[in-house]
């Protein structure tokens, strides 16, 4: 376990504890961990949320007390049943876009909340907002179609927090207003490049961006974006966003 780590940056960041972060609300603190790739866990007033849980649940703390599970898409670096199944209670709320929901197996398509692109809702003290992601350029054959999948904004009192999902530099990210914390995909081919994601924020402007889902393929091998690169681009951009950088992938 790491020692206790204290941030001072634009008065969000509190004290992290082992790989959380923890960011102060005008209603509690909202903690954040990083899991892996693109796995997170959110704690905020007692309410425990996961999005793209995936692995064992031996990852998740809290794992038997999860409120909010959020999908953003259908593969399976995101998306995974048994996963899903050995975290849920009888109080989990499942939220997804529907193609996500027609590949659930029916005890959980059953329970499931459809939210798709440009809709929202609230529920459990926060609002959710659904935003789109696709690869650019748009084609049929893409490996993720606009429509398909969510990136999601979810408001915590008065913090906005963004999770890209898998997403090119595209206009609903770029047009997003009052993001305090953003969590960025980078991963050729299958989101964007390094460049394209340091674009995208400089765009939008969040007060903290973390890179994560990082990870790609080339010529069968696991290849690493360089989030220090995109930390200097971003920066060189506009000196006054924070980028912090986590390990993903430990």
Do not use: C
């Not at 796995?39 to 064992?56: C, H």
């Not at 109080?91 to 590949?103: M, S």
């Not at 999601?152 to 898998?166: E, I, M």
């Amino acid at each position: 376990m790491n020692s206790i780590t204290k941030f001072a940056l634009a008065g969000l960041l509190t004290i992290g504890l082992a790989n959380a972060d923890s960011f102060k609300t005008t209603s509690g603190n909202l903690e954040i961990t990083p899991i892996n790739h693109a796995s997170t866990s959110l704690s905020w007033n007692n309410v425990n949320i996961l999005l793209d849980p995936v692995g064992s649940r031996d990852r998740y703390k809290n794992s038997d007390s999860i409120d909010l599970i959020l999908i953003t898409d259908v593969h399976g670096d995101h998306l995974n049943a048994k996963t899903i199944n050995s975290l849920m209670n009888d109080k989990t709320q499942l939220v997804a876009p529907q193609a996500v929901i027609n590949k659930l197996p029916e005890n959980l398509k059953n329970i499931a909340i459809r939210l798709d692109n440009a809709k929202s809702m609230s529920t459990l003290g926060l609002k959710i907002e659904a935003i789109a992601m696709y690869n650019l350029p748009m084609s049929n054959d893409a490996k993720h179609v606009k429509g398909r999948g969510n990136g999601y904004v979810l408001t915590f009192a008065d913090k906005r927090v963004y999770f890209s999902g898998d997403t090119a530099d595209v206009k609903e990210m770029r047009n997003l207003k009052n993001i305090d914390i953003a969590f960025v995909t980078m991963n050729l081919p299958y989101t964007m490049s390094v460049q394209a994601a340091a674009n995208g924020v400089n765009a939008f402007k969040p007060k903290i961006v973390y890179p994560y889902h990082y990870r790609g393929k080339k010529d069968g091998q696991k290849v690493y974006s360089d989030i220090k690169e995109f930390k200097r681009l971003v920066n060189k951009m506009d000196k006054d966003i924070t980028v912090e950088l986590r390990d993903w992938y430990k």
